[in-house]
C-alpha cells in the first residue's frame, strides 16, 4: 500500500500545485472565466478563485504531510468532484468555455476533461485507501520502490498537466 500513496500523493500533489499556481500567475483571467463554467454572480466570481486556488494550494502540503495525508486526498477528492460536476454541467449547457484549469488556455471544455477528472478522482480514491486515515501509519516502502512510484506519480501528473497540448499536438497531426 505504500507505493500506492508515494505514486498517488506524486500523481495529486503535483497536478494541483501546477493547478494552483498557473491559476495565480493569472488569477484575474481565473477569476473572468468562471462564470463561463458556473453561471453566477460577478460579485461572486473573486471569493470563489480564492477558495478555489486556496483549497488547490492545500492539497499538496496536506498529502505529504503524515497526520494530514487522508484528509489531503479527501479535499483532493471533494474538488475533483466539484469540478467534474461543473464541467459536466457546462457541457449539458452547451457551454464550452476555455479549460483554465492549468492556466490560460484556448482549447474548450470537452469530455476529455471529464475523462481527467476521473482518473485524478481515482487516484485520490487509490491514494485514501492506502493512507487510511491512521496518521501514524509508515506509508514509506523501501527507497528505491518509492523512488519509482514517486517517479511514476510525477510522469503521470505530467501528462494529466499537459493533456490538452498532447491531444492538440496528435489532432493537427492526424
Do not use: Q, W
Not at 89 to 104: E, K, Q, W, Y
Request: glycine share 12%.
Amino acid at each position: 500500500m505504500g507505493y500506492i500513496y508515494v505514486g498517488c500523493a506524486g500523481l495529486i500533489g503535483l497536478v494541483f500545485a501546477a493547478s494552483a499556481v498557473t491559476k495565480l500567475r493569472d488569477f484575474t483571467g481565473f477569476v473572468d472565466s468562471i462564470p463561463g463554467l458556473v453561471p453566477m454572480r460577478a460579485r461572486s466570481t473573486r471569493p470563489i478563485g480564492c477558495a478555489v486556488v486556496a483549497a488547490e494550494t492545500s492539497v499538496p502540503v496536506l498529502v505529504l504531510l503524515p497526520p494530514t495525508r487522508g484528509p489531503g486526498f479527501v479535499v483532493a477528492g471533494v474538488l475533483l468532484a466539484a469540478f467534474t460536476a461543473a464541467v459536466g454541467a457546462a457541457l449539458r449547457r452547451g457551454r464550452r468555455s476555455p479549460c483554465r484549469c492549468f492556466g490560460a488556455s484556448d482549447t474548450p471544455l470537452g469530455a476529455r476533461h471529464l475523462v481527467r477528472n476521473g482518473v485524478l478522482l481515482a487516484a485520490s480514491i487509490a491514494g485514501l485507501s492506502a493512507t487510511g486515515l491512521d496518521p501514524s501509519a509508515d506509508l514509506l516502502p523501501p527507497l528505491a520502490g518509492s523512488a519509482v512510484a514517486a517517479v511514476a506519480g510525477l510522469v503521470g501528473a505530467l501528462l494529466i498537466i499537459s493533456l490538452d497540448d498532447i491531444v492538440d499536438l496528435f489532432a493537427r497531426n492526424a
